[in-house]
């Protein structure tokens, strides 16, 4: 059974998840714990991360996590049509 492109899968809500966990005390602290705790390589995990916030049912799960995400990916996208 195929999923709906508009749904979280299960590895994508537990990226949000762990993303939603907040600030991490020391540098290179959070991509140690992507690697330990996920077992996913910083390139997947950002790819994950990015098609989730995609999806229409992340926002209600994680509002502003989402909204702040997708600020950030907007801003970086206009800096770099303005190089």
């Known amino acids: 059974m195929q999923q709906d492109p508009n749904y979280l899968t299960e590895l994508q809500q537990t990226v949000l998840a762990f993303e939603s966990r907040g600030t991490w005390r020391f540098q290179?602290?959070?991509?140690?714990?992507?690697?330990?705790e996920l077992g996913l390589s910083l390139t997947r995990y950002y790819a994950i991360l990015d098609a989730a916030i995609d999806k229409w049912d992340a926002a209600p799960q994680y509002p502003h996590l989402v909204n702040r995400l997708r600020r950030l990916r907007r801003q970086r996208a206009e800096q770099r049509s303005a190089s």
């Open 28 to 36: 290179g602290a959070k991509e140690s714990a992507i690697r330990d």
